[in-house]
C-alpha cells in the first residue's frame, strides 16, 4: 500500500501534535467524542429531511471501548461515516473553513495557545498515540475503508472487512508510558467517566461504555462476581437547558471555550429561560477580548440557533443587534420548527420577540456590570465599547436612549473613564453645556490649545479619541438635558458682559488687519477672528458650521471619499493677548508683505497643533528659516 503525504499544513499541524508538551492531552477524547456527535447529527438530518433511512433516534450512540490487553482505545459512533475519498480528503487535510486563519497565526504562537484556539479535532489524536486508524463506512455506502497513520510521514487508505452499520471508528494505539505521562491511563473506566463527564457531558447521543461491576452472587450471602454492563456516561442534557444552580463556572467556561473556539475564559455568562409569547433557553457570552477579526468584514454576527435541542442555523445574525455583535452563544426554542428556511426565518415573529428579549437581557446584563464589577466593564468596554458608539450612531440614532448609559469617555478631570451620569453629576453649577474635544490621543487632546479657555473656568472637558465618537456626540445632541459642546465651538459662552463688550471693542479697532490676514490666506480660511478660547497659546484653528476638523478627517478618510472630498470650514483664531498679536499689529502698520508670511506661518502652526496635514511643509520650512536668519 503506498503511503500518501500529508498536506503541508497537516504536517505541520501533526508534527505539533506529536511533539506536543501541551500539558492537556486528554482533550483528545473530547475532540473525537464531538466529530462522532458531528457526525451522527448530520446522520440525523438526513432523518428528519428524508423519508424511509431505516434509522431510529434512539440507536444513534459513540462506544467506548479500552482494551487494556492491546493497549488500544476505540471511539465508535454510528454517524454518517466517510467514504475511501472523504477520509482522504478529511484526515489528510485541514479542511476547515478556519485553516487560512490558522495558517497566519501558526507561525507566531506556542502550541499550548494553538490546540485551545484552534480546537484541533482529529490530529490530537496523535497526542496520545503514534498508530492511529479510522475505520469507516458511508451511510448509503456498501464498503468500508481503513485508513491509518504513523505520524507525520504519510497515511493509507484500503479496503477492510466490512463494518455492520454505517459510522466510524476511531482506534487509537496509546504511546508507551514515560516518567511524565501515563497514557495508559486513558484505558481506565474511571479516567474515562471523569473526562467524558467533564468535557462531553452535554453531548446529545448517548456515550456508552462497558463498565466492570460486582455484584453479590446469587443465593451467596458473603460471595462476589464480577460482571459487565453497559453505561450511559454522560447525562444528554444540553449545558443551556439545566438549571443554573447545577452548572459550574468551570462548565459554562469550559462550553464556551470548545464551542466557541477561544482559549480564554469569556469576561461574562449569560444564561437565561424564558416563557410566554416566545419559549427559549439562551447561554450567552461576552469574550475577554475582541476576536483578531472583531473589526473587520469578515467577522460573522449572530447566535447560534436550535430548534429543541437541534442547532438549525449555526449563526443567526437577526438575533443580535449589530451594536452587540460581539456577544457569542446560542438560543435554544421548542416553538421554531426544524426545517424552517432561513428566507422564513428572518419573518418569522417569534424570532423578533426571541431578538428583542435577548437584546433586553444583554443590556441589563451590561447596565448592571457597569454598576457593580466596574473594573471589568472597563475592559470588557476597551475591547468592545466601540461597537457600541457605532451603536448610538447608526440608525440614525435610534437606539441611542438604549446604549448612552452604556459609554464611558477620558475626561479631562483624570485618568478613569467617565460615563455621562458621572460627568453630569460633576458639573459645575453654573456649567450650561457637556463640552468635548476631539483627537488622536487623550494626550494629544490634553494639549489642544482650545481647551484652555474650557479648562480654566474649572469645567471637565471629555476626551473624545475615536473617529466614531464625534458623530456618536452629535446624535446624542443632549444628555440630562445638557448639550453637548465642543470646545472649538465659537459660542461657548464663557466670558462675562463685560469681557464681551471688550472683545467686540478689540475686534472693531482690528477689523482691517483681520480682513487683511483672512485676505492673505487666501480662501483657505472662512474667518480670521480674535479668539475667546485661548490663554497661553498665540492661535488655533476651530470651524463654523456641521463640519469639524476631526470630521473632516474621518470623512476624507473613508474608502470612498476620493472624490468628493469633505472641507471643514476652517476659522484661524488668534489670540489678542499674546506678544504674537502685538507683533501683528505693528507689522499692519508698517510692512503687509511680512504680515502675509506672519498670516502664512501661524495658519500652518495652527494646522500642526490640529494633527491636520500642511499643504506645502517645505515651504513652510523655508518661511522659519528665513525668520531664523534675520
Ligand atoms: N467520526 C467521524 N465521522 C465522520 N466524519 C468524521 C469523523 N471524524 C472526523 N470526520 C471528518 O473529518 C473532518 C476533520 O475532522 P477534524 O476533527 O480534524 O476537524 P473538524 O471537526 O472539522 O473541526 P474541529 O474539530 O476543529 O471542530 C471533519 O470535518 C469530518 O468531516
Known sequence: MPIKPFQAESKHLLDLMIHSIYTHKEIFLRELISNASDAIDKLYYKTLSEENTGLNRDDFAIRIVPDKENRKLTISDNGCGMTREELETNLGTIAKSGSLDFKNEFEKKPDIEIIGQFGVGFYSAFMVSDHVAAVSRAFGGDE?????????????????????????????????????????????????????????????????????????????????ESYT???????????????KNEITKEQYHQFYKDKFMDYEDPARVIHMYTEGVATFHALMYLPARAPY?????????????????????????????????????????????????????????????????????????LESMLKNEREDYEKFFRNFGLQLKYGVYQDFGAHKDALKDLLLFHTSAGEKYSTLAEYVARMKEDQKYIYYACGETVQKVELLPQTEAVKDHGYEILYLTDPIDEFAVRVLEKYQDKEF??????????????????????????????????????????????????????????????????????LNSLPNAEQDKVKAQRVLEINANHPVFEKLTKLYDSDREKLKTYASLLYTQALLIEGAPIDDPVAFSNQICSLMTE
Open 144 to 224: 468500508t475503508f481503513r485508513w491509518e497513520s504513523h505520524g507525520a510521514e504519510g497515511y493509507t487508505v484500503e479496503p477492510c472487512e466490512k463494518r455492520e452499520t454505517c459510522g466510524t471508528d476511531i482506534i487509537i494505539d496509546l504511546k508507551p508510558d514515560t516518567e511524565d505521562e501515563k497514557y495508559g491511563e486513558y484505558l481506565d473506566a474511571y479516567t474515562l467517566r471523569s473526562l467524558i463527564k467533564k468535557y462531553s457531558d452535554y453531548i446529545r447521543y448517548p456515550i456508552r461504555m462497558n463498565v466492570e461491576k460486582s455484584r453479590l452472587k446469587e443465593g451467596s450471602k458473603d460471595e462476589y
Open 229 to 243: 454492563e453497559e453505561e450511559t456516561l454522560n447525562s444528554m442534557v444540553p449545558l443551556w437547558r439545566k438549571n
Open 293 to 365: 477579526d472583531f473589526y473587520t468584514k469578515e467577522y460573522e454576527k449572530g447566535l447560534q440557533l436550535y430548534s429543541n435541542g437541534v442547532l438549525i442555523m449555526d449563526k443567526c445574525a437577526d438575533l443580535l443587534p449589530d451594536y452587540f455583535s460581539f456577544v457569542r452563544g446560542l438560543v435554544d426554542s421548542q416553538d421554531l420548527s426544524l426545517n424552517i428556511s432561513r428566507e422564513m426565518l428572518q419573518h418569522d415573529r417569534r424570532l423578533t420577540v426571541i431578538a428583542g428579549r435577548v437584546e433586553k437581557k444583554i443590556q441589563s446584563e
Open 485 to 554: 459642546k465642543s470646545v472649538s465651538a465659537d459660542d461657548l459662552d464663557l466670558e462675562t458682559e463685560e469681557e464681551k463688550q471688550e472683545a467686540a471693542k478689540k475686534v472693531e479697532e482690528n477689523k482691517d488687519m483681520l480682513a487683511f490676514l483672512k485676505d492673505a490666506l487666501n480662501g483657505k480660511v472662512k474667518a480670521v477672528v480674535l479668539s475667546n478660547k485661548l490663554k497661553t497659546h498665540p492661535v488655533c484653528l476651530t470651524t463654523s458650521g456641521a463640519i469639524s476638523m476631526e470630521m473632516e478627517k474621518v
